[in-house]
């Protein structure tokens, strides 16, 4: 059922991208062709300040459209408590009615979950997973063979545009990729209110998201999947339940959950984005005046998509959280005959990002290659060229040495403006073996001496400095000197939240953390008192004033946890990096992300 999607998506994807190139030339289009108004989520007012000057560079640097009539806006989730993506949905419509008011009724809108710290993606938890490199097209004519995901993302929903009708809010999550090759002849989508997008999927992705049971009296939707890819429909059902994150166990107990493609194999129709038109967003402002205040967390999916409450479920007393719930079923499904519909996709593809192995694989992926036009390479293209991938190897704006890199190339290794090179013309002994399911990101390595960068590791580079914005409080101990480089090292397989006492903390999944760090670090922890820390948010990673001081360090640390496991290596020494004076200060990942400036 996978692999023979490839050449219609893959049509579907290269018209989808032909025509976003040719909006990026255009100041003024026919808006029904493109959304009016594109809308971030985020976590906080620091998010949300991040996020306005990345759609500001993109801007200045064409890389998204600039039209007359398109806005773009950053909406922050109120200070001091979690609400959740459907907490934010519901303050993001209601922004938007006290904005534009009726005239919402005439607008398409583009709503982007992008809330939160990403730390299961800590390479790109400062500047946000919505900004996170994903390969497309080796196409000659584009400058580039890579985009951000958030241009990715207004790409893939261009042929599904013209079909929404005006005042409708198409609502997605920024770590997922949807594919899809829409088939107009009975795609119909004006008279519906509330419509999830279905795809097909096994059951084991059925078990980490979303399943749809869907009203099917006569088989159409397993049937239509028997045709060939291009005839294909898409199809508009009723949902008749929504499961989220069930069993195998409990979706092989459901009955109609479970179809069978035309080879024997089963699958389900899984969630990924839905839209609503403006009748419903006046319903989630009555939903908003009726479960205010928002002092708990709503799911946009699994809250908003649930279509019922069995009677013997729901307790005698409530907590806030249930109420809430419960309010969103009773108004939005039961009454006025309103009602789930269900598009279903048998023509599409879903690619989660969620995880630093999730990333990994999909953009190495050869179906998501074949889909998006990717064109692998010969290893000596593959080190002429800047952006390209040869098997598992994926490079983005990077250069490398061919004399001096060694890869892994039979396991996934992913290379994000990465700079490789020596410091003499003699590179003899000189070289880096960079080994798999690994991801290396804004990384300038110059090589003096051979380097090995372990299985499983995530290494980037970050250049911050203090936040001098009110939300930092006064009492901060952070002088206003303190600014620098941060070059951080995790194992792309680590449990970045899982918190233990300092000398019980590992990386790499089994390297204890206090025997790879400084000394000095660990005296500033031991100063701390007794804490439970986690990878996330301990304060093990030193900034310098130089990427290639950082990049050492980083290396060093590296160095220290290949010994760990083979304890007949020479351990390196620090070279009194301490005495140097080299190292500003040590932070966390969360320290970055909650109280620091990123350069973009």
């Known amino acids: 059922m996978a692999n023979e999607y490839n050449n219609t998506l893959y049509e579907s994807f290269n018209r989808n991208l032909k025509y976003y190139d040719n909006l990026l030339s255009q100041k003024s289009i026919n808006n029904q062709e493109f959304w009016d108004i594109i809308v971030l989520t985020s976590g906080n007012l620091h998010q949300k300040s991040l996020y306005e000057r990345q759609i ?16 773009y806006h950053v909406i922050a989730d109120p200070p001091g408590r979690q609400i959740g993506s459907g907490g934010s949905t519901l303050l993001a419509i209601k922004f938007l009615y006290n904005k534009y008011g009726s005239n919402l009724e005439r607008k398409k809108v583009l709503l982007i979950h992008a809330g939160g710290y990403s730390t299961r993606l800590p390479h790109v938890s400062i500047l946000g997973k919505l900004f996170m490199k994903v390969p497309i097209s080796s196409d ?58 279905a795809h097909p999927s096994t059951l084991h992705i059925g078990s980490t998201h979303g399943v749809y049971k869907i009203q099917d009296d006569f088989n159409q939707c397993q049937n239509d999947i028997k045709k060939q890819p291009k005839d294909r429909e898409c199809l508009i ?18 009955k109609e959950i479970i179809h069978l493609d035309n080879n024997g194999n089963e699958f389900v129709y899984t969630d990924s984005t839905y839209f609503f038109d403006y009748n419903t967003i006046k319903i989630f402002l009555e939903i908003l005046d009726e479960i205010q205040p928002l002092t708990y967390e709503l799911e946009a999916w699994s809250d908003f998509l649930k279509t019922k409450f069995e009677a013997h479920s729901i307790p005698q007393e409530m907590t806030p959280l249930e109420k809430a719930q419960l309010t969103i079923i009773k108004k939005l499904y039961s009454s006025d005959n309103r009602e789930l519909n269900v598009l279903i996709l048998n023509n599409s593809k879903f690619y989660h990002l969620g995880t630093m192995l999730e990333y990994i694989n999909v953009n190495v992926d050869p179906r998501f290659k074949d889909e998006l036009g990717i064109v692998s390479f010969t290893q000596g293209q593959l080190l002429n060229k800047r952006n390209s991938i040869k098997g598992n190897i994926c490079m983005m704006n990077s250069q490398i040495n061919e004399n001096i890199v060694s890869f892994e190339e039979s396991v996934p290794i992913i290379l994000d403006n990465v700079k490789i090179h020596s410091t003499t013309s003699n590179e003899e002994n000189k070289k880096i073996i960079i080994s798999g399911w690994s991801i290396l990101s804004n990384i300038d390595l ?125 351990e390196e020494v620090y070279d009194n990096i301490e005495e140097n004076h080299e190292i500003i200060m040590f932070v966390s990942l969360k320290m970055c992300v909650e109280m620091m400036e990123v350069s973009i």
Not at 237 to 254: A, D, G, Q, T, V
């Open 56 to 71: 500001k560079r993109k801007l200045e640097n064409n890389e998204i459209p600039n039209l007359e009539n398109l806005e």
């Open 140 to 197: 000659s004519t584009r400058e580039r063979d890579w985009v951000e995901l958030f241009d990715l993302k207004l790409i893939i929903y261009i042929e599904l545009i013209k079909h929404l009708k005006k005042g409708t809010v198409f609502l997605t999550s920024s770590d997922t990729i949807e594919l899809m090759s829409i088939n107009v002849k009975e795609t119909s989508l004006q008279n519906t209110s509330l419509v999830a997008l």
């Open 237 to 254: 059902k009723l949902c008749k339940e929504y499961l989220h994150k069930p069993s195998i166990e409990i979706m092989r107990n459901h």
């Open 446 to 570: 110059i090589i003096s001496k051979e380097i090995r960068v372990p299985n499983y590791t995530c290494m980037f580079t970050s250049f911050l400095r203090k936040i001098t914005s009110s939300e930092i409080s006064s009492t901060s101990s952070f002088s206003e000197k303190e600014e620098g480089y941060v070059t951080f090292i995790f194992g792309t397989n680590d449990d970045m939240k899982a918190s233990y006492s300092f000398n019980s903390l590992v990386i790499y999944k089994n390297i204890l953390v206090h025997k790879i760090v400084l000394s000095q670090c660990i005296k500033s922890i031991q100063q701390k008192g007794e804490h439970k820390y986690a990878l996330w948010n301990v304060p093990i990673f030193p900034m310098t004033k130089t990427k290639e001081q950082s990049v050492r360090l980083a290396l060093l640390m590296l160095n220290k946890i290949e010994n760990e496991g083979n304890t007949t290596k020479k």
